[in-house]
């Protein structure tokens, strides 16, 4: 991982930086507002940042089934999974991309998946518009294709991906 850089869990104020973080990742993650940062921050089980320097370059924020949550990807997990860590974005800081802290997130993530004895990890990427980098990344990750769908009235297509973990998530 690049030197520097440690994970922990989000702060309040890590808020304001985090926004346009995830905003600049535009369209490989849909834009985020303040609110919706704390509404993750107040309801999901992994909200995770990188961090350098004290400033946010990185997170991860990620969650099991049986939230209320109304995006059509993760809805597609719960019903076909029963345990699972969902990856609803990964943000990385564009002028660190490819030092090790995406993969550091995961990391961190399949610990937590591990130690509550959840047995795989869930996310999406688009095939359209085409992120092909981070199909490259999640496949590295040992990542696979489970489906597809298209989203957002059709203006985008995701290709759903899931990595088993090792033990059946058992720490």
Not at 104 to 118: P, W
Request: glycine residues 10%; contains cysteine; proline residues 5%.
């Amino acid at each position: 991982m690049s030197a520097g850089v440690r994970i922990r869990g989000v702060a309040a104020d890590d808020l304001a930086a985090l926004v346009p973080l995830n905003n600049a990742a535009v369209p490989a993650v849909n834009a985020l507002e303040r609110h919706d940062l704390e509404r993750f921050a107040a309801t999901v089980p992994h909200f995770r940042v990188a961090v350098r320097d004290d400033n946010p370059v990185g997170m991860m924020i990620a969650l099991g089934p049986g939230v209320d949550y109304g995006s059509p990807n993760y809805r597609w997990f719960e019903q076909r999974y029963d345990a699972f860590l969902y990856v609803d974005r990964i943000v990385v800081d564009s002028a660190l991309r490819s030092a090790g802290i995406g993969a550091a997130l995961y990391d961190d993530l399949a610990a937590a998946a591990g130690a509550a004895g959840v047995p795989r990890l869930a996310c999406e990427v688009n095939l359209r518009p085409a992120n092909d980098r981070s199909i490259r990344f999640h496949e590295r990750l040992g990542f696979r294709g489970v489906g597809t769908q298209d989203t957002e009235n059709g203006a985008k297509t995701v290709q759903l991906m899931i990595r088993e973990l090792e033990n059946g998530g058992a720490a």
